[in-house]
């Protein structure tokens, strides 16, 4: 009571005696103290939902910190107005910032009971508040601190409103109001509340339903219609018992609208990746993640955080629906979400860097058979610790061996079983000749050329290959192919190995190097995101995609025509296209625990793998996609995922041809 009093000793000496010239010394003091208080407001904008949409403009999903949709004055009833203004302030286009009489009023009203039963807050004061409130965001600690009842608080709080009503009209004032306050049921202003409480717009409410929002305002929670709903009753028949006593509606209207039951027609919160239709939750994810973590949005995480909490985006992808279509339907066709083991998969277009589909055969979530982790990327992009590549990797060690200038005709015995030879990493560190290194069939012996070691996967020619070529050069090209470190975001282990795909690496990125050699050999960096437009529909720059050269075309072609051999009559054959020109490379696991199959056209480059996510098991054996799996290969596995995602998503595309070199000619010991 006493810091009741004393603010209204302030009220009284700051507002009401200057009008009468009665100031005495403590008056005049009080007043210059409160009028030094800084009144800038600076409103944030208020956090809305931002929208996700496809290549071809449809929406893929909505997401928020805070539903709210912001919407003018012309766009709420103005039954809602008025409800409110009669519930909350019914004297708030006569009286500035300040009601005195309804301080004045509330002081009797509470020093009669001996407590606080009735406040005294304008409107005005009311949006400044949530003002405070809306700053603070999801720190609980500075939202107390906005709410904190003081006397401080409410003296910097009133110097504030008295700002407001200078500068703004009542009408802007209340349009704020009702835009920025909290409704209950996770709804953020009059629009959100309207489609969550009636599945209506806030230009559409009617008298019963605008009585209820506006009595929600005291207390979202206690008067929560889905909670309680006789308690929320009587709170929307007090609201319009004030209606037809301030003269808003007539006594008739009142009693015919008490008289009416509520009426809700809830629509439930549906947001964020989860509710994507065709396995894009993944893609979503990622999106956020780029949002989060590119500083295109933002110098610093902090910022960037800010800009995804205020919401109010739209941003528009690079995702192709029809190939998404594709994708989601092969991986979830071949391996079924129940299996113990999962597939993903990522679709990027060669020579843009565009990510067109990602997904994978669990869905997107939190319940039984989902996962929230992006098998398709790494971890510090919302993925997993990726996967140990496998042969898709030779490739990238024949590529450094081409430009390091050795020739497609060159033969080494490659006998089944051999050591590894001796090489050195980047450092100097040396790997003597030592260990063994064999194929996988005894059968499999050379001596071989390029061209039928690329085509029969054969480890014992590409481990010399890689010694000939260097560790280093090796390392070297894979970074400059956008593989500079693993999944995990440990740093690339340059080891004998290297050739084998020890590396745990992802789709995304092995989808990316071969549309390396499907564009000539220039290497576009992955995007996403095509543009971004903010709430007040400035434009946002966006990450766009680096392109540079990485190898000479004759390089980049060279590889492309040994993978083209690959799906024809190598380990990819099951895998291969019939109506295009396409290559592609399988991979294959220590003890099968992961098969991949990486491959392309001129328009479109994919990679798949099937791993066990869980314990990393064995896939021999395993139940997958309603077979019992006898061997698995990549080109027999992954193979026909890659291939059934391709054919859909390359349905009614012409095709284009790819630019072939000439190769040694021969049988399959010299590369034919």
Request: proline fraction near 5%; charged fraction near 15%.
């Amino acid at each position: 009571m006493m810091g009741t009093s004393v603010l209204a000793g302030v009220l009284a000496a700051g507002l009401a005696l200057p009008a009468v010239g009665a100031i005495g010394v403590s008056a005049k003091s009080a007043t210059e103290d409160f009028n030094d208080l800084p009144d800038d407001l600076k409103a944030p904008p208020l956090a809305q939902a931002t929208s996700i949409y496809d290549a071809d403009g449809g929406l893929i999903a909505t997401v928020y910190d805070r539903d709210r949709t912001v919407v003018p004055e012309d766009q709420i009833a103005p039954v809602m107005r008025t409800a409110l203004v009669d519930i909350e302030d019914h004297r708030f286009y006569q009286h500035g910032a300040i009601d005195v009489k309804g301080v004045l009023r509330a002081l009797n009203t509470n020093a009669a009971s001996g407590g606080v039963v009735q406040g005294a807050s304008t409107l005005t004061q009311q949006y400044v508040k949530n003002v405070f409130v809306e700053e603070a965001g999801n720190d609980q600690r500075a939202v107390l601190q906005a709410q904190r009842q003081t006397l401080g608080r409410k003296v910097q709080e009133l110097r504030y409103a008295i700002k407001v009503e200078q500068t703004l009209s009542k009408d802007q004032i209340l349009t704020n109001y009702l835009n920025i306050t909290y409704f209950g049921e996770q709804a953020y202003g009059v629009e959100a509340a309207a489609e969550r409480y009636f599945s209506v717009h806030a230009k559409d409410l009617s008298l019963p339903q605008a009585a209820l929002l506006a009595g929600l305002v005291q207390s979202p929670s206690s008067y929560d219609p889905t909670v309680h709903p006789a308690v929320a009753k009587q709170r929307r028949d007090t609201v319009l018992r004030k209606m037809a006593q301030y003269g808003s509606i007539t006594s008739a209207q009142a009693q015919q609208a008490i008289r009416t039951p509520i009426q809700l027609r809830v629509s439930t919160p549906r947001q964020g990746c989860i509710t994507a239709q065709q396995g894009e939750g993944f893609f979503c994810d990622y999106v956020r993640h780029i949002v989060l973590s590119d500083p295109s949005f933002g110098r610093t995480a902090a910022q960037r955080q800010a800009l995804w909490q205020r919401g109010g985006l739209q941003i528009h992808t690079t995702l192709d629906p029809r190939a998404q279509q594709a994708l989601q339907r092969s991986v979830t066709s071949h391996v079924y979400t129940t299996d113990q083991a999962a597939t993903a998969m990522t679709l990027v277009r060669p020579g843009s860097g565009a990510i067109v589909a990602m997904g994978q055969s669990r869905d997107y979530g939190v319940g039984p058979n989902q996962t929230e982790i992006n098998l398709n990327v790494g971890a510090a992009m919302g993925g997993g610790l990726g996967f140990p590549t496998g042969s898709t990797f030779k490739p990238i060690v024949a590529a450094a061996a081409l430009e390091d200038g050795l020739q497609p005709s060159q033969r080494y015995p490659s006998p089944y079983s051999m050591p590894w030879p001796d090489m050195a990493d980047c450092a100097g560190h040396d790997y003597p000749q030592g260990g063994e290194v064999h194929n996988d069939s005894t059968s499999l012996v050379g001596p071989f050329a390029m061209p039928a070691a690329m085509a029969q996967s054969v480890n014992t020619y590409f481990a010399q290959l890689e010694a000939d070529t260097g560790l280093c050069n090796v390392a070297d090209m894979a970074n400059k192919l956008g593989i500079t470190d693993q999944a995990n975001g440990a740093a690339l282990q340059v080891v004998p190995s290297l050739t084998l795909g020890s590396n745990d690496l992802t789709p995304l990125e092995m989808a990316n190097v071969y549309a390396t050699f499907a564009n000539h050999g220039v290497y576009c960096s992955p995007v996403a995101i095509t543009s971004v437009t903010t709430a007040d529909h400035r434009n946002l720059a966006v990450p766009r995609s680096n392109c540079t050269r990485v190898m000479s075309a004759q390089t980049a072609d060279t590889i492309t025509t040994m993978l083209k051999g690959v799906v024809q009559d190598g380990t990819g054959k099951p895998a291969g296209l019939t109506d295009r020109d396409n290559a592609g490379k399988t991979g294959t696991t220590d003890a099968s625990k992961q098969v991949w199959f990486v491959g392309y056209t001129p328009e479109l480059s994919g990679a798949t793998v099937v791993s066990d996510t869980s314990n990393t098991q064995d896939l021999d054996g395993q139940s997958i996609g309603g077979d019992i799996v006898g061997q698995a290969f990549g080109g027999t596995l992954a193979g026909p995922i890659w291939q059934d995602a391709m054919e859909g998503a390359l349905a009614g595309t012409p095709a284009g041809r790819f630019s072939l070199v000439r190769l040694p000619n021969g049988s399959g010991t010299d590369g034919g």
